[in-house]
Nanobody, 127 residues
Framework: QVQLVESGGGLVQAGGSLRLSCEGS????????MAWFRQAPGKEREFVAAIEWSGDIQDYEDAVKGRFTISRTSAKNTVYLQMNSLKAGDTAVYYC????????????????????WGQGTQVTVSS
């Protein structure tokens, strides 16, 4: 019903920047909360950032505040994660996630709050 596809991952030097994209399609008539999660090898999938689909409210994990920015297009079918001042610790597979926004707890930071997920895109930061 809802399809999410990430792109933009790759290899970048520490201190550099990278922008990830998440394209949504399907039954998008309902407002969605969108988010980015990441998972390093052997680690638990963790919350990175979220944006309210029907508004401009954003939420960030403390580790990325001031460095990462989540945004969306005016059509609200594409979500971005602009990553600046990248560190080696940012290396992970990054996943786009979505959930119907109405009545949902804010900010949603739990994996089980998101029924829709992309396939993930690898981000590697070299030092």
């Amino acid at each position: 019903q809802v399809q999410l596809v990430e792109s933009g991952g790759g290899l970048v030097q520490a201190g550099g920047s990278l922008r990830l994209s998440c394209e949504g399609s399907g039954r998008t008539s309902t407002a969605y909360t969108m988010a980015w999660f990441r998972q390093a090898p052997g680690k638990e999938r963790e919350f990175v950032a979220a944006i309210e689909w029907s508004g401009d409210i954003q939420d960030y994990e403390d580790a990325v505040k001031g460095r990462f920015t989540i945004s969306r297009t005016s059509a609200k079918n594409t979500v971005y994660l602009q990553m600046n001042s990248l560190k080696a610790g940012d290396t992970a597979v990054y996943y786009c996630a979505g959930a119907p926004a109405y009545g949902r707890r804010w900010p949603p930071r739990r994996v089980d709050e998101y029924p829709y997920w992309g396939q993930g895109t690898q981000v590697t930061v070299s030092s």
